[in-house]
Nanobody, 120 residues
Framework: QVQLVESGGGLVQPGGSLRLSCATS????????MSWYRQAPGKERELVAG????????NYAGSVRGRFTISRDNAKNTVYLQMNSLKPEDTAVYYC?????????????WGQGTQVTVSS
């Protein structure tokens, strides 16, 4: 059974930091590109950051580049999102995503999300 379980969300003041974790099981983690998405109320889900299966390459949304860092530990089947200098506009539900394309078929899994609220 595939599971992606996010943790680490919460309430933080502007300028603060949080570290999100996504612990996974039930699939070959090291074969999947891992990403963090977020969805704010009334808005579409957007890509925040992604990291390749080996961790060699990562990409970020322009709004978080320089503040957020995605990383992964393939030995622990876990992906992280370090979020620094948080802003109120970072408030959203953050989702972990696993994705792999094999022979044209897309394999994709989602976590249940963790709430991040940035407010004074």
């Amino acid at each position: 059974q595939v599971q992606l379980v996010e943790s680490g969300g919460g309430l933080v003041q502007p300028g603060g930091s949080l570290r999100l974790s996504c612990a996974t099981s039930g699939f070959t983690f090291s074969s999947y590109t891992m990403s963090w998405y977020r969805q704010a109320p009334g808005k579409e889900r957007e890509l925040v950051a992604g990291i390749t299966s080996t961790g060699g390459l990562s990409n970020y949304a322009g709004s978080v580049r320089g503040r957020f860092t995605i990383s992964r530990d393939n030995a622990k089947n876990t992906v992280y999102l370090q979020m620094n200098s948080l802003k109120p506009e970072d408030t959203a539900v953050y989702y972990c995503n696993a994705r792999r394309i094999d022979l044209g078929r897309v394999y994709q899994y989602w976590g249940q999300g963790t709430q991040v609220t940035v407010s004074s």
